[in-house]
């Protein structure tokens, strides 16, 4: 995959926990077209939106199925 990326221009990669109550339940990978470090304000804001986002897939519960919908659960 990194190949890939490289070809993409990306030049590095941030991975970020999704956090809930502190356990870790994913990550957010944040491509970069620059090779280095994210400045810490940068960090702190990606790590705070990521940390918002873990809380809204633990809450997320889908509308219930309309009759004009197709259900491709098995």
Avoid: K
């Amino acid at each position: 995959m990194a190949p890939l990326a490289v070809r993409c221009g990306y030049r590095a990669v941030h991975a970020l926990p999704l956090r809930v109550q502190h356990r870790t339940i994913g990550a957010v990978n944040l491509l970069l077209g620059r090779p280095g470090a994210l400045p810490e304000s940068d960090l702190s804001l990606a790590q705070a939106l990521a940390d918002v986002a873990a809380l809204a897939l633990v809450h997320w519960t889908p509308d219930p199925l309309r009759p004009t919908d197709i259900d491709t659960r098995t």
